[in-house]
């Protein structure tokens, strides 16, 4: 069987995803074995220029340049992996969204701010269709690994559609809410085994929001806690600010 | 005299982190321009931290690098935890280089292995070596998942870590945590062993330098990676605080990250420069290493970065180990795990005040500089990276090297070239993420 030709691309971003899959050690070597890696900058100099089987896509679209080089990517790829949150939902980058463009364009370059084109951040899938998405900041590598096989075989993957506190219940972990701070866990999507929480932090939200959250609930339990409302916003505004762009933006 | 035409156009330089173009004219012999060009997009990163609570900083600023994380981590919870005037406990320090050196480790040995030994085996990238050199592939990835499930269970992660935050760590590795991270490391030194083994084979450029070398520096006898104050091997020292008289930023026009100088028109920072400025603190084991691989201070190759990288891997490794042996003997407090969040409970007292941290990350000193208000939200972020320290040093290098290689083929000078800036082992997503900084309210 000829193996699949895939390709990994980095857009705006900190890499750290492609790190995840060097992470894998020795494991990777058979991942290797059944598909036929042809382009990878950080790792590679080799290039290919015909069409990709599995083109996987880190990093939110910033630039102008970007948009051209995602079209021209989605042209000549059969299937388009976006993975990590700056792909799957504009993740951090989006924080920039929170901002008047060109205010955080000259607080950051000056005058000459100009020099530097930027558009409001974007999902990958708000500008070029997405077929497969892996979420988190970064990528859960098992996750990443059932989403790889799914794509091989053609078959779809269903991100899970309930809230983190599902797999954190499951992994008897306290709730935040009753160590009296606030957490993301309630309206996020699940499929990272609750990492944070597991290790003592709070959920920031970096999968996403699930398809319907439960806004009633939400608010029941920060009145309960009292936890202000507008600090839970702030925090769903760090990784989820992309949800709210409009097409024609 | 060779009267040749030379130019040299690399676009989106492979095998390092970020992007980055090599620019080469030399016109009938005469070098007229030779520049490494950053063309990384930006990602406004200290616009986004402003108005964010300072104990979200870590979180944010972690994910300006996946490859650094941990060290953008414990400089920017220097950073915040100096601001807010906080002082942490002896473990939670101790606690921290660990981490250090698990990243340092890391960050060392994916450069030397997956990004500096292809060009030295000869080959375009690791995926060759899978057929010609199983072993030392294997070994690499085995390596670097060692340091990867250590920092699992110290922080949670190694690619944005989970537990380190400001005041502490929201989880303390339990006995049967220590033994795990011991018996791994201890497993290492075999492999640790072959590295140098392997180092000691290979053919470094020879090619020679002399620069300044910046890196913390220390009285004690302790290798300087987390605290310290700035020295150079020009004999400057300062306070973490005149970090701006250190790096004495400004802008070039080819390239969208700022250059830095010092006494000279250059320096350096980074793994050979630590190696330069603190030798005699190394472990033992490291300095023998040194001495296998043939490398001793004041080192002015700077291909030879990645030698002292490996050097430095020797060090962590057999620091670490003695850090997790005495937590052992010693016992954790676990009443120290903290649970902070955006400090919903005020468990860290606020107050207006500006902090800077200064860590050395595997490519040299990482500064954050963040002033906060009384309400512990961001008012002002700045960052120094290291690669930006070292652009200017590589562009010096290349314009003493280009006339040196004028006899080689176009191919072979390319590589020259690349291989340089290689072994700086830039961080390009870094230094863009952060690039012309300039505070236009300030």
Known sequence: MRKPKVAFFDFACCEGCQLQIANMGEPLLDLLGSIDVVEFREVMSEK???????????????????VERIKKIRQRSKVLIAYGSCATIGGVNGMKNNFELDEARKYVYGQQYTFFPSIKTRAVHQVVPVDYFVNGCPVYIPELVAVLK?????????????????????????????????????????????????????CYGCRGIVSNPNETGAKDVLEKYNIPMDLVLNKMNMYNKCRELKDNE | MNKRNIKINVEYLTRVEGHGNIVVDVKEGKLNMCNLEIVESPRLFEAMLRGRSVFEAQHITSRICGICSCGHTLASIQAAEDALGFAPSAQTIKLRK???????????????????APDLLGVKSFVPLIDTHNKVVRRALRMKKTCNDVCDILVGRHVHPISAIVGGFTKLPRVKDLDAMLAMLEGMRPDMEASVELFKAVNIPEFERDSEYVGLVSDDNEYPLLMGDLGSTDGVRMKKKD?????????????SAKHTKLSRDSFAVGALARFNLSYDKLHPKAKAAAEAIGIKPKCINPYMNTAAQLVECVHCLEDAIQIITDF?????????????????????????GKGVGAVEVPRGILYHEYEIDDEGKMVHA??????????????HDMRKLVPELLSKSDEEITLALEMLVRAYDPCISCSAHFLDVRFVNR
């Open chain 1, 150 to 202: 799914a794509a091989l075989q053609g078959i779809p993957y269903y991100v899970p559609d309930y809230a983190v506190c599902v797999e954190c219940k499951l992994n008897e972990n306290v709730c935040m809410y009753e160590r009296g701070v606030g957490c993301m866990g309630p309206v996020t999507r699940a499929g990272c085994n609750s990492w944070c929480i597991n290790n003592g932090n709070i």
């Open chain 2, 243 to 255: 970090y701006r008289k250190v790096t004495n930023e400004f802008v070039v026009p080819h390239s």
């Open chain 1, 48 to 66: 290919w220029d015909k069409d990709y089987d599995v083109a996987f896509i880190e990093g939110s679209i910033t630039d102008p340049h970007a």
């Open chain 2, 382 to 395: 700045n960052c120094v990276i290291p690669t930006n320290q070292n652009t200017n040093n590589v562009e």
């Open chain 2, 98 to 116: 660990l981490l250090l050196h698990y990243e340092i480790l890391d960050s060392h040995l994916l450069h030397i292995y997956l990004l500096v």
């Open chain 2, 328 to 352: 052992k003997s010693e016992g954790i407090n676990y009443d120290e795990e903290i649970l902070v969040g955006v400090n919903e409970k005020n468990v860290i007292p606020v107050k207006a």
